[in-house]
């Protein structure tokens, strides 16, 4: 399933910074990244857990802040991109739109 | 209809930083801050035309991008939230998960 993950961590300081780079470091293990804090991830129930474990252990929940979208079977219809960097598919072939 | 607003402006200048303003301004009339670069808009299909509309006259295509994510009927189930800043119900009624 196509899980959309966006997250926002409070850089300010140095462990929040370190952080940052955490959550992105995860999500790329499970994803492609599209923007700078949103990552599409194709993943099964199981890794979808697994992800979800990794990055509640990684955030400061008082501060940094995870969103999760199930995009479903018919995600690719949902997904439009306008501006720079060219779409893609995360099952592997490229697409332009 | 709930359509999801994702976006990266390059801020690296004064312009940049203006019109990353004005993206956010542009959705703050559509819907729902959920973090820094992303939103969440219930409109229907004339207003996302004229959100779409908009944002591509505020937006450099070279250095800036935009993300759609129409999420269907069936969002409220598709959506989680972890960490700072509650959920919300953007059709009215506060929820918190």
Redesign the interface.
Known sequence: MMV?V???V?TSTPEGRRRLRKVAKCCQDYGQR?????FECLVDPLQFKQL?VQ??NV??????????????A?WK?????????AGYDPEGILFLD
């Open positions: 959309l966006t997250y926002d409070n599209v923007q700078n804090s949103v979800q990055l509640a955030i400061d929940t008082r501060t940094d802040s995870l969103r999760y979208y199930r995009l479903g018919n219809n949902r997904v439009e991109h306008v501006g720079a960097k």
